[in-house]
């Protein structure tokens, strides 16, 4: 039944987001997809899109939405410092470093 | 006999009388990951000079009497668990290099309790996956078939474990990432609630899920490691300030009179039918043992996968945000910064990545919140709600781990939804927050671990422990270790 349900899927997947949809995803990701990979995502976000429809069964008007499970709340503590600074060691895996900054490319022109 | 094959409770009744020592043992498992390693990849690092330094500080520590409780055992680390000044690359190519600058909280507790650390194990990338095919460094293979997956994404952990190349070793679980590998490798994987062991220095995938937790040869190995993990974290927020139990001491034996709820969705059509058969089995051994099953009804246990993909992907969105390639992990670099993020994600992250982050930036996406986002976490509350309702008529609950027994590789890659499906019956237990493990409970006629999943009401580790450890020393099932 459970492999049934998904091969069913695949086939009536069709345009459940289209590629314009994914390159916006994309921009809004970070992420530059090559051509292939746009059309590959299309294929599958549209059929995991199909197959989370299913939700869409029951009715939760009246259901209360869980964000958090656990106990925990909000703890509070001191505002204090408890970490001693150490920058040669924030800056050990820095991709490019000029002293101790981060190097980036330029942002303002 | 070879010290690689011992358990955590008979090494550490030898190390304690000095009829071993830690460097012994920790040989043992280096020379097995030394004659392994080529055709399991159980690790992306092994630490070998590093867990020698370790063993000498244990040995030292062991004859001065009173040692800690995991000193000198040798243990494999998910490579997921930041490790002060050991490569930590979440199997992603984004951190290859990354040599984080501290340790995780639950690192700190096992150099505390005086573990020595043989290597990072292999893994999903991210944690994103359910067989260890998305690795950056190649699929880990499973030791009882090395054409077959061995589960994921904590693959390498269940598989050294399984192969006697550590003595037991951490994993993560969001959807079932220690209990299914456990189960694809015929050991022990222990998720416990949520809250109860510190995420501090754990790469996060999706936090309201994310638990860490062992894998171990026996019930009461991962329950002695589990004991050294839980606890009050002032570094991790959600972690419960309740007093952690011993879990050892749980191990009574005694589960007359205990309640075994069997959900009835969860003996689905399509399911291998020696996994059933197996299954089935064991809850007749407890009855057998005096406890008592009950049926009991999940029944929004269809739609936990949809509602899990959806919550998982949206919180991986944002988690993995903080890979742009400015501070540590992979720059591709480009004229502009925003060309050298979108550039360095896309050469950084692999296929399955990309995938999650798309789908979850998609459901948190203008438009499209409140139909996919907020719809999940509704449909968690009715998950969460069907735990609560069963947990009135039953202690525990007890089900397959996996539907199937370990998969071969390549069979599932090429579509990512069969996939998820290995997860159907692991996901939910995250989604309510509760603890569970997986245990064996039979072999199938390829000679492949089948999985019993028990669970728990939230904080109720003990029960789940007493359960298992009674049915594992029953003797109702023969432990067959890989013929590796």
Known sequence: MVRRRCYDLATMAENKISVDQVRHVARLARLELSSAEEQSLQADLSAILSYVDKLNQLDTTAVEPTTQVGEAGTPMREDEVTNRPAPEEMLANAPAREGHLFRVPKIIE | MELCRLTIGEARDLLARREISAVELTRACLDRIAELERRLNAFITVCAREAIAQAEVADKRLDQGGAPALCGIPLAIKDIYDTRGVRTTCASKILEKFVPPHDATSIAKLRAAGAVFVGKANMDEFAMGSSTENSAFGPTCNPYDLQRVAGGSSGGSAAAVAADECLAALGTDTGGSIREPASFCGVVGIKPTYSRVSRYGVIAYASSLDQVGPFAKTVRD???????????????????????????????????????????????????????????????????????????????????????????????????????????????????????????????????????????????????YDAYYLKAQKVRTLIRRDFEGAFETCDIIATPTAPTTAFKIGEKTSDPLQMYLSDIFTISVNLAGLPGLSMPCGYDANGLPIGLQIVGAPFGEEAILRAADAYERSGAIARRPPAI
């Not at chain 2, 029944?299 to 991986?316: F, G, K, N, S």
């Open chain 2, 222 to 368: 991962g329950a002695i490691v589990l004991r050294e993990l839980a606890g009050v974290d002032p570094l991790d927020s959600t972690c419960s300030a309740r007093p952690v139990p011993d879990y050892e001491r749980a191990l009574t034996g005694d589960i007359k009179g205990m309640r075994i709820g069997v959900p009835r969705e969860y003996f689905v059509e399509g399911m291998q039918p020696e996994v059933e058969r197996a299954v089935r089995a064991a809850l007749r051994q407890y009855e057998t043992m005096g406890a008592r099953t009950v049926e009991i009804s999940l029944p929004h246990t269809d739609y936990a996968i949809a509602a899990y993909y959806l919550i998982a992907t949206a919180e991986a969105s944002a988690n993995l945000a903080r890979y742009d390639g400015i501070r540590y992990g992979l720059r591709v670099p480009a004229d502009n910064n925003i060309e050298l993020y979108n550039r360095t994600r896309d050469r950084g992250f692999g296929a399955e990545v990309k995938r999650r982050i798309m789908l979850g930036t998609f459901a948190l996406s203008a438009g499209y």
